[in-house]
Structures are given as structure tokens and as C-alpha cells.
């Protein structure tokens, strides 16, 4: 297929010719990267082939032949998708069981939460550090009085009437704002020189990381209630959410762990030298570094925690998987599994996939600053 | 200063738990139950559609527990396997030279990726094995192995002796794997050429083999045929098992993919070109220079993976499956009302697990490490 030396990382060959014409430039191009030798060409014509057979099975179907209104499942006659399905319970989907006639209190939440994410991730606003202050203390808060209510005239909505789309953005904001700064703590705890704080910090990181997140749901949601003063009726949501916290703060703390490891101590004896104590040499020269080393770690970690969010629907709360699931089986939707999941994947899919490229151009414009 | 945040630190969690102790106490006596695994020994009252040991409904809880425990290892052994060989197929993939394959295998990794566990396993469950055809239209492998919405059926080894072949099969793991050890071990030192898979392979087949005959017990391979409206014989994978296997191999394989491209492109561009110029072609730079070197690399973060598909196998009690979680922590709490106990239990298995592989990975680690001079 090709000659020893390049294959492993076959990418990085050159392709030669390219000062040529456009055209002489592109087919040099296709022989080189698909047809470079007869089975080259075979197995390229088959990867085209079965890449063709998917797009054609799926587009037509989500797009061609596809239905878009209707009041039920039999209005759906094509053999495309039943998006009448999804733009019946659109609502549902995205508020849950929120009563519709308070709808707008979720609606300002959302417009808060995207004001928070612009001012956080648009390089040019200043005040980063307002942005952090308004999305750890200003944004939870205020989203919580917001969409429970039962002052200045708003009606109390009972936290298990939330649900759909609203709920997962709960679960996974509060969840990644809260577990980076826990999971900083703990890190710093974990390489701390007192022995009771380390062995502590190294227990609970531990623990968390050795057992699946379902069971750390279960505990907070079956057995935490055992704990607490009998009488309380704790909110399956609270829990959910302090569960969530505190299981990604541990995978959090390694990841930071990494990059204060990473540091040489020199950093530590120059902060040292300067007359730094510790919190001063922490936060003023130890974390911004450690921070930059290991930005795709932590967006991976933050992924992960969004797409951890859909096990809340083993213990009974209506993320947005839950309430498609809970859709599909309207007698009047029934057979919509697929649009429903459709729907789902491409909503998570776009808000993973958009962490990631978010997380690229903060390394890149880090790679930047270090090089200037 | 040290000793004082420390003595706080002592004295919070102290304080938390003889509070959290106290309230236990409060609540139990509220509730009338009691601490202890006394509960183990009631019958458990309830079917499990499928279990690898043998259980009926009037087996009590710590039969629960065990077949929990081997319904999850089985689980994770399967999903091991498959996503490992279709994560390498990925990740050399996302190396070739050849465009269209190293395009396909991107796209694979960033859709799969980025999409929940949970709705993978849903989708295989709910709409990939739905619409499979039923027992009697059923998809035909070879004739051997079938698929239809019942679940897969494989063709499966019956003995009446199945304690003896199961020995007499780790016994000739044993003796392949010294063999191969020692048969490598010359060939290194001797800077001879040794085949030592072959005499491996024949030693391997060998041993059961003779158990078998030598011992005159019966054995024969039970093939799936249909029979009315459904299969008999063979090995039913349910569909629970099916769907969540193939899921989980799908997801897992997007992260392996990664784990194997990250590891070979970590081998240095001048250790293949040094390959190449002593007259190495293309499998002997992968086998004797790539490999060993990418395998460093990608042992632990592939254990950690591992350890992953492990915990990611409790995603299980969504579909139905009995896992341990499905089971154990699910079914058994809302029978006996035990949550602490179980909860407890289940945390420790999988506890205990990681923790074993977790040592495992270090000693590796202290044993593959590059030894300078």
C-alpha cells in the first residue's frame, strides 16, 4: 500500500507536483491519496461507497421524504421521518412539564445563560472576571428564584415539574461551573505537605473515580435521605446536581492535578523567593499555568459531565433523553423512537461537538501568547 | 499552622458524621428497619431473565448479588473485546495514507463521541434490534449465526462435563502461554528465527482435547436451528445483552481509536525513517519498532478505558438487562428497603475492581519503564 517509513503517520506526506496547474495540482492529488496503488483505489472506491449508501439512507429519510405536520403518527404517511412528532411536543421537549403559562421565566433564564456564555467566551468583552463571578453566584441564583418562584407575586413550580432541555442545562452548568473550582481544591489538596488533608483528598478523588456515576446517583438519591435530619424531604434535583458536582470535581482534580505536576519548581521557588504564602503563590502564579496546560482535559471532563447528565433518567427526573422517551410512548407518537433520538443526538452532538472547537481556540490563542 | 487545618479538617468530618449517624438512627427507628445483611439470606422472589449460574425465584439475595456481579463482568468482558478490536481498526485507520479511510474513520470518532452512552444504548435497544426481522425471516450468518429481534444466537460448546473442560482450557491457556514465553525468549536470546505461534496454537487446542477423549466425556456444538416460531439451541445473547454490547463496543471504540492514533503518532517520525534505512518494510517497522514503543504509550490511558467500559456497563438497567446495578441496586432496594446496604455493596465491587486494575496498571507501568543508563 505505501513504503515503510510512512505509513504510521502517512498524513504528513507530501504531495508533490503541487505547483502545477489546479487541475494537474488535484489530480496529482487523487492519485496520491486515493489511488496510489490498485488496492489503494479498491479500498478507497468501497469507503466512498459505503460513506455514499449512509448519506442516502439518511438524508432523504430526514429531510426528502420526510413529514412535517400533523396531529398524530398517522399523518405521517411518507417513508421519511414523523417531524410532526418532534414539532407537536417541541415545547414539551425543550420546558418539560413547566406550566405553560410561566413559560417566559425559563425563557429569561436561557437569555441569561447565553449572556453569561458570550461574556465568558467572546475574547473581546472585558471583565472576565465579573463573568465568572456573575456565572458561579449571579446566574445560579437568580435561575433558581427565577424558575421556583413563590415571592413577588410568581407562583411556586415545584422543581419536578422541570424538565426537557431546561433541566440538562441545569444539570450541566451547574455541574461544570462548580466542579472546576472543586476539583481545584481537591487537586491542591491532593499535593498538599499536610498528611491527614492529602490522605483525605486522595480518598475521595479515589472513591469517585473507582465507582460508575450511577451508583454515586443512587447514593445521593436512596441513601443520602438516611442522613439527614428525618423529617426533611430533600429535592431529588438538589441531589442529582450535588452528586453530579462532586463526582466530576474527583476526574476534575486529576486533570488539574496534571498540570500542577507539570510545572517545574522553579515556579514554586521564585513565588518562594518573592515572598509569596501560599494562597498568593496558588492563585497568582501556579494555577494560570497549570490552568493552560491542561485546557483540552478539561473540556473533556466538561463533555463527559454533559453527556453524563442523561443518567438522571435511570433515577426518575425528566432530563431531555427522559421526557423524548417519555413522547414516544404517547400511544398517538408511538413508533417515533427514531426522530426522537434523532433530535436528542443532535442536540447533544452540537453542544459537545461546540465545547471542543471552543476548547481548540483557546489552546490556539494560548500557543499564540506563548510564542509573543 | 499545618496541624491546626488539619485538627479543623478532623474535627468537621467528625462532627458531619456523628450528625449523619445520628439522623441514620433517627430514621431507621422511624422506619422500623435495622442495619445488616441479614437480608441476604431471604428469598428474593423475582425472575431474572437471564443469568449465567444457575437461580430460580426462590434463591435468596446473595445469589442476586453473585449473578449481578457475573452479568456485569460478562458485560464488560464482550464489550472489552469488541470495542478493543474495532477501536484499533479505527485508530490505524485514522492513520492510512489513504484519504477516504482516514476520513471515515474521523467522521466515526467525532459523531460517536459526542453523543451520550445512554443514547447509543437506547438507539441499539429501541431501534436498531426493533427492526430486525423476527425469529422465523431471522438473518442468516453462514447458517451458523442468527439475528433477529429475539437477540444474536451463536453456536455453542455442550458438555456434560463442563467443570473438567473448563480446567482442562485454563490449564492449556497456561502451558501456550510458557511455551510462547520461552519459545520468544530463545529466539531473543539466540538471534534465531522461531515460529512460536504455531507449536502455542497446537498446545492450546491440544490439551482440551486430550482431557476430552482421555476422560470420555461427551461434548458436541449445539447450532442454532429454527424450530415452530423461535430458535433452539445454541447460545441466545438477549437482545438486552446484544443491544448493549454492540453500544457499548461502538462508543468505547471512538475512544480507543483516539487512544491508539495518540500513541502511535507519539513514536518519533526518526525511529521509522532509522527502520526504513536498515532495510525494515512495513510490518517489521510496525511489529519490532512502532508497536513496542506505542504500547508504552497506550497501556494506561487503554486501562483507564477499560475501566470506563466497566463502569459505563451500569448504563445496563436502562434496557432491562440484570447487571448488578439493574438487579442488585435497583430491583433488591425496592424489594427489602435495604439502601444503604446495597448501595454499599454494589460501590464496593466496583471499587474493589478498579482498585485491582488501577495496582495492575502501576505495576506495569514500574515494569515497562525505560531503564536509562
Not at chain 2, 431471604?42 to 435468596?60: K, R, V
Not at chain 2, 496454537?201 to 482440551?208: D, G, I, S, Y
Not at chain 2, 482421555?214 to 445483552?241: C, D
Not at chain 2, 459505563?312 to 432491562?320: D, E, H, K, Q, R
Request: aromatic fraction near 12%.
Amino acid at each position: 500500500m505505501t513504503d515503510a517509513a510512512t505509513l504510521p503517520a502517512g498524513r504528513a506526506r507530501p504531495v508533490p507536483g503541487s505547483a502545477g496547474a489546479p487541475l494537474a495540482r488535484a489530480l496529482s492529488w487523487l492519485r496520491q491519496r486515493l489511488f496510489a496503488s490498485w488496492r489503494d483505489g479498491l479500498l478507497s472506491l468501497a469507503v466512498l461507497a459505503m460513506l455514499g449508501a449512509i448519506a442516502w439512507a439518511i438524508v432523504p429519510w430526514a429531510l426528502f421524504d420526510a413529514t412535517w405536520s400533523g396531529a398524530s403518527r398517522a399523518d405521517c404517511t411518507g417513508s421519511g421521518a414523523c417531524w410532526a412528532f418532534v414539532s407537536a411536543k417541541a415545547s414539551q421537549f425543550v420546558y418539560g412539564f413547566y406550566p405553560r403559562a410561566e413559560r417566559w421565566r425559563p425563557d429569561i433564564a436561557f437569555a441569561l445563560l447565553v449572556a453569561g456564555l458570550v461574556w465568558l467566551m467572546v475574547p473581546r468583552i472585558p471583565a472576565k472576571v465579573y463573568a465568572g463571578f456573575f456565572m458561579m453566584i449571579v446566574l445560579p441564583v437568580a435561575t433558581y428564584l427565577l424558575l421556583h418562584g413563590g415571592f413577588a407575586g410568581l407562583a411556586v413550580v415545584p422543581s419536578d415539574q422541570w424538565g426537557g432541555l431546561l433541566l440538562t442545562l441545569i444539570l450541566a452548568v451547574s455541574g461544570i461551573t462548580f466542579s472546576l473550582p472543586f476539583g481545584v481544591l481537591f487537586a491542591l489538596g491532593r499535593r498538599s505537605r499536610m498528611p491527614l488533608l492529602r490522605w483525605f483528598c486522595i480518598g475521595f478523588i479515589e472513591f469517585c473515580r473507582g465507582v460508575p456515576f450511577l451508583t454515586v446517583l443512587f447514593m445521593a438519591i436512596v441513601m443520602l435521605p438516611f442522613f439527614l435530619p428525618s423529617g426533611t424531604k430533600p429535592d431529588p434535583l438538589a441531589l442529582a446536581v450535588v452528586g453530579i458536582i462532586f463526582y466530576e470535581a474527583a476526574y476534575m482534580a486529576e486533570v488539574v492535578r496534571g498540570g500542577l505536576q507539570a510545572l517545574p519548581k522553579g515556579q514554586y521557588e521564585a513565588a518562594m523567593a518573592i515572598g509569596f504564602g501560599y494562597w498568593r503563590t496558588m492563585f497568582h502564579i501556579i494555577l494560570p499555568q497549570a490552568v493552560r496546560k491542561v485546557v483540552p482535559g478539561v473540556v473533556n471532563t466538561t463533555i463527559s459531565l454533559l453527556k453524563n447528565t442523561t443518567l438522571v433518567m435511570v433515577v426518575g427526573l425528566f432530563d431531555l433523553l427522559n421526557i423524548v422517551s417519555a413522547g414516544v410512548s404517547d400511544p398517538l407518537w408511538a413508533g417515533s423512537q427514531a426522530e426522537g433520538y434523532f433530535i436528542v443526538g443532535l442536540v447533544f452532538w452540537l453542544m459537545s461537538f461546540g465545547l471542543s472547537c471552543y476548547s481548540r481556540a483557546i489552546e490556539a490563542r494560548f500557543a499564540r501568547a506563548e510564542r509573543t | 499552622m499545618g496541624w491546626l487545618y488539619q485538627g479543623l479538617l478532623v474535627a468537621a468530618l467528625a462532627f458531619l458524621a456523628s450528625v449523619a449517624v445520628g439522623n441514620l438512627h433517627d430514621n431507621l427507628a422511624a422506619r422500623g428497619l435495622k442495619l445488616g445483611f441479614d437480608f441476604l439470606w431471604q428469598e428474593a422472589g423475582f425472575e431474572i431473565a437471564f443469568h449465567l449460574i444457575p437461580y430460580t425465584a426462590s434463591d435468596n439475595y446473595w445469589r442476586v448479588f453473585l449473578i449481578g456481579i457475573t452479568n456485569t463482568l460478562l458485560v464488560t468482558v464482550l464489550a472489552i473485546v469488541f470495542s478493543t478490536i474495532l477501536g484499533f481498526a479505527v485508530g490505524i485507520a485514522q492513520l492510512s495514507g489513504n484519504w477516504a479511510m482516514s476520513r471515515a474513520a474521523r467522521i466515526y470518532v467525532e459523531i460517536v463521541r459526542n453523543l451520550p452512552q445512554l443514547l447509543h444504548i437506547l438507539i441499539l435497544y429501541n431501534v436498531a434490534l426493533r427492526a430486525l426481522p423476527a425469529p422465523r425471516a431471522a438473518i442468516s450468518l453462514g447458517d451458523a449465526v442468527y439475528l433477529s429481534n429475539r437477540g444474536i444466537l451463536v453456536p455453542a460448546l455442550t458438555t456434560d462435563r463442563p467443570g473438567l473442560l473448563a480446567l482442562a482450557i485454563l490449564v492449556g491457556l497456561a502451558a501456550a502461554l510458557a511455551l510462547f514465553r520461552s519459545l520468544t525468549g530463545y529466539a531473543e536470546r539466540s538471534g534465531r528465527r522461531v515460529n512460536a505461534w504455531l507449536p502455542a496454537l497446537a498446545v492450546l487446542l491440544l490439551v482440551p482435547a486430550l482431557a476430552i477423549g482421555l476422560s470420555g466425556a461427551g461434548i458436541g456444538v449445539s447450532v442454532p436451528q429454527l424450530k415452530g416460531f423461535n430458535f433452539a439451541g445454541g447460545w441466545v445473547l438477549v437482545p438486552e445483552l446484544s443491544a448493549l454490547v454492540i453500544a457499548m463496543a461502538i462508543y468505547n471504540a471512538a475512544f480507543i481509536g483516539e487512544l491508539v492514533r495518540a500513541s502511535i503518532e507519539s513514536v518519533n517520525k526518526g525511529q521509522r525513517e532509522a527502520s526504513a534505512a536498515i532495510g525494515f518494510g512495513w510490518w517489521q517497522t510496525l511489529r519490532f519498532i512502532v508497536i513496542p514503543q506505542a504500547v508504552r504509550v497506550l497501556l494506561p490511558p487503554l486501562s483507564n478505558q477499560y475501566l470506563n467500559i466497566l463502569k459505563g456497563s451500569s448504563l445496563a438497567v436502562a434496557i432491562g438487562y440484570p447487571d448488578l446495578v439493574g438487579v442488585f441496586t435497583g430491583i433488591s432496594i425496592n424489594q427489602t428497603g435495604r439502601a444503604i446496604e446495597i448501595v454499599a455493596m454494589t460501590m464496593a465491587v466496583y471499587l474493589a475492581i478498579s482498585l485491582l486494575i488501577g495496582a495492575l496498571i502501576n505495576l506495569f507501568n514500574h515494569m515497562t519503564r525505560i531503564v536509562e543508563r
